[in-house]
Protein backbone atom coordinates (compact mmCIF):
# COMPACT_ATOMS: atom_id res chain seq x y z
CA UNK A 1 0.00 0.00 0.00
CA UNK A 2 0.86 3.79 -0.82
CA UNK A 3 -0.28 6.91 -0.32
CA UNK A 4 -1.52 6.65 -3.83
CA UNK A 5 -3.91 4.41 -2.71
CA UNK A 6 -5.68 7.00 -0.13
CA UNK A 7 -6.11 9.33 -3.38
CA UNK A 8 -9.61 11.09 -2.90
CA UNK A 9 -9.68 11.41 -6.54
CA UNK A 10 -10.18 15.66 -5.46
CA UNK A 11 -6.58 16.27 -4.61
CA UNK A 12 -6.54 15.10 -1.31
CA UNK A 13 -6.17 12.25 0.79
CA UNK A 14 -8.60 10.28 2.84
CA UNK A 15 -8.21 7.95 5.64
CA UNK A 16 -9.12 4.67 6.17
CA UNK A 17 -9.85 1.68 8.97
CA UNK A 18 -7.93 -0.95 8.62
CA UNK A 19 -7.66 -4.35 10.67
CA UNK A 20 -4.74 -6.06 11.36
CA UNK A 21 -4.69 -9.78 9.99
CA UNK A 22 -0.56 -10.09 10.80
CA UNK A 23 2.53 -8.39 11.23
CA UNK A 24 5.28 -10.54 9.68
CA UNK A 25 9.08 -10.29 8.27
CA UNK A 26 9.08 -10.23 4.79
CA UNK A 27 11.53 -10.05 2.05
CA UNK A 28 10.41 -7.13 -0.39
CA UNK A 29 12.15 -5.31 -2.95
CA UNK A 30 13.74 -2.07 -2.18
CA UNK A 31 13.72 1.04 -4.95
CA UNK A 32 16.87 -0.13 -6.15
CA UNK A 33 15.28 -3.82 -6.70
CA UNK A 34 17.34 -5.67 -3.93
CA UNK A 35 15.97 -7.71 -1.36
CA UNK A 36 15.62 -6.42 2.41
CA UNK A 37 13.55 -8.02 5.05
CA UNK A 38 10.91 -5.26 6.01
CA UNK A 39 8.00 -5.88 8.69
CA UNK A 40 5.02 -5.92 6.43
CA UNK A 41 1.24 -5.82 7.94
CA UNK A 42 -1.66 -8.16 6.07
CA UNK A 43 -5.06 -6.66 6.68
CA UNK A 44 -8.30 -9.11 6.94
CA UNK A 45 -10.61 -5.64 4.81
CA UNK A 46 -8.69 -7.04 1.57
CA UNK A 47 -6.13 -3.64 1.32
CA UNK A 48 -2.93 -4.00 -0.15
CA UNK A 49 -0.02 -5.32 2.65
CA UNK A 50 1.66 -2.51 3.91
CA UNK A 51 5.35 -2.30 5.17
CA UNK A 52 6.18 -0.46 8.22
CA UNK A 53 8.59 2.29 8.57
CA UNK A 54 10.14 3.27 12.53
CA UNK A 55 7.58 5.87 12.93
CA UNK A 56 4.80 3.57 12.20
CA UNK A 57 6.02 0.76 13.80
CA UNK A 58 6.57 2.61 17.21
CA UNK A 59 3.60 4.42 16.61
CA UNK A 60 1.60 0.81 16.55
CA UNK A 61 4.05 -0.87 19.85
CA UNK A 62 2.32 2.61 21.70
CA UNK A 63 -0.98 2.15 20.34
CA UNK A 64 -1.16 -1.37 21.45
CA UNK A 65 0.79 -0.97 24.08
CA UNK A 66 3.36 -4.01 23.22
CA UNK A 67 6.06 -4.07 20.72
CA UNK A 68 5.24 -7.99 20.13
CA UNK A 69 3.64 -8.19 16.59
CA UNK A 70 2.17 -11.06 17.29
CA UNK A 71 0.07 -8.82 19.96
CA UNK A 72 -1.16 -6.53 16.88
CA UNK A 73 -3.20 -9.09 15.24
CA UNK A 74 -6.86 -8.50 15.64
CA UNK A 75 -6.24 -4.80 16.29
CA UNK A 76 -8.15 -1.88 13.92
CA UNK A 77 -6.25 0.67 12.78
CA UNK A 78 -6.65 4.77 10.96
CA UNK A 79 -3.99 4.96 8.25
CA UNK A 80 -3.75 8.09 6.54
CA UNK A 81 -1.32 10.51 5.11
CA UNK A 82 1.28 12.81 5.77
CA UNK A 83 4.00 15.30 4.12
CA UNK A 84 7.16 14.48 5.19
CA UNK A 85 10.66 15.21 3.93
CA UNK A 86 13.06 12.00 2.08
CA UNK A 87 15.43 11.52 0.30
CA UNK A 88 15.98 15.52 -0.44
CA UNK A 89 12.12 16.10 -1.58
CA UNK A 90 8.68 16.58 0.35
CA UNK A 91 6.50 13.21 -0.12
CA UNK A 92 2.85 11.69 0.76
CA UNK A 93 3.69 8.90 3.21
CA UNK A 94 1.28 6.84 5.11
CA UNK A 95 1.16 7.48 8.57
CA UNK A 96 -0.67 5.65 11.43
CA UNK A 97 -2.52 7.36 13.40
CA UNK A 98 -2.59 8.20 17.18
CA UNK A 99 -6.47 7.39 17.70
Do not use: C
Not at 42 to 58: E, Q, Y
Not at 71 to 90: C, H, P, Q, R, S
Amino acid sequence: MGSHDLNDGSGGFREITATIKQAKKQKVKDMNGDDSVELVLDFADGLKPMILNVTNSRTLAKLFKSSYIEDWAGKKILIGTEKVKAFGEMHDALRIRKR
